[in-house]
């Protein structure tokens, strides 16, 4: 599979809404990241989140995700990132609400979830990868992912909180989205 071509040869870190660059009845999609402590491979769930995954893809062919830290990390439950600002209250200047279904839960390590405000409608860029299962997200957060590919390298990703916390922040480098068409 050969990645899909970026639309910015720079990264982008403000839109006011994201374009449609999915299709999901045609097309399965995959991401590559590549962080400051390896890659890691992502199958996205377009079917079940169709506007989540078009947001992220939208993004990463923006470059928008590269240089972004891991801005927090807590052993046993996630590790976030996606906020250019590295502070958690960053986005890239658009929202879009939550989909849920009750076929995704939080039962599983490696889980790509949307980070959000108490408002259900505040999804934007920031995400979360899980250590494990945290059924307390359930039917809360937009699941739109599954690590198949580098989860060795989440679990490494340096803490942000806890006794093993650093001040060095892990970052991502790049984002890579690839598409397979669906075979009938």
């Known amino acids: 599979m050969e990645a899909l071509p970026y639309k910015s040869d720079r990264p982008v870190t403000r839109f006011a809404k994201p374009e449609q660059v999915i299709d999901p009845t045609k097309f399965d999609y995959y991401a590559e990241i590549e962080t400051s402590k390896g890659r890691i491979g992502i199958d996205l769930f377009e079917t079940e989140a169709p506007i989540t995954v078009n947001s992220f893809v939208f993004l ?26 590295g502070t958690g209250m960053g986005g890239p200047g658009y929202q879009f609400g939550l989909e849920v279904t009750p076929r995704l839960n939080y039962d599983r390590k490696g889980l790509l979830g949307m980070a959000r405000t108490m408002d259900p409608n ?63």
């Open 122 to 184: 505040s999804n934007g860029s920031q995400f979360f990868i899980t250590y494990g299962p945290t059924p307390n997200l359930n039917q809360q957060y937009t699941i739109f992912g599954q690590v198949v590919e580098g989860m060795d390298v989440v679990e490494r990703i340096a803490p942000t909180e806890g006794p093993l916390a650093s001040r060095e922040r892990d970052k991502i480098l790049s984002v890579k989205i690839f598409a397979k068409s669906k075979s009938k």
């Open 60 to 85: 990463a062919l923006h470059r928008y995700f590269e240089g972004i830290v891991f801005h927090r990390v807590i052993p046993g439950f996630v590790a976030q990132t996606g906020d250019p600002t």
